[in-house]
């Protein structure tokens, strides 16, 4: 029976590069000049230091456009409250979404059955696998999900017939 996963899931080595690109950018950028600016990615977050707010809020950006450039939707990165440091120096968290949150899942199946398609939702752990009779059923459960759910990015994977 053919089936499919639906995951959100961040493509964690286009985000590595991204992160890459805006340390480099960061350091070269002439209004980060002598400032301790960066991004650094850890297991599940992100951390930014700067060195006072308006800074944080560029490091930000840098790393929202580098995300972008790299086909990274930037709905994946959820930004925490600022921190303060010592003296004038900020850090805020950065927060990766990973996997679909129950609330999320439960609302994908109830889509799913409520479109009257003919197929199956049932959720796995983190993801939600949609089985069908047909491919063709699957193509148009992937097309309504996509315009259904806007507020976070999904990702369709172990497409199998």
């Known amino acids: 029976m053919p089936s499919f996963d639906v995951v959100c899931k961040p493509d964690l080595i286009e985000l590595r590069n991204a992160i890459d690109q805006s340390n ?3 350091s070269t950028r002439f209004d980060f000049k002598g400032s301790n600016a960066r991004v650094e990615l850890s297991d599940e977050e992100l951390w930014m230091y700067a ?3 308006f800074k944080l809020e560029q490091v930000a950006d840098v790393l929202r456009t580098k ?11 959820t930004f925490d409250k600022k921190e303060k440091l010592s003296g004038d120096k900020m850090k805020q968290l950065v927060i990766l979404k990973n996997g679909l949150d129950k609330d999320l899942a439960k609302k994908i199946v109830k889509d799913v059955k409520e479109s009257k398609l ?3 939702a049932s959720i796995q752990g983190d993801t939600v696998r ?19 759910v806007t507020d976070t990015p999904l990702g369709f994977e172990n497409f199998r017939d």
């Open 51 to 53: 060195d006072d707010d």
């Open 118 to 120: 003919k197929v199956q």
């Open 67 to 77: 995300c972008a450039k790299r086909n990274l939707d930037v709905r994946y990165l």
């Open 24 to 26: 480099k950018e960061i």
């Open 130 to 148: 949609i089985q069908g009779a047909k491919r063709d059923d699957l193509q148009s459960a992937i097309a309504h999900l996509k315009k259904t």
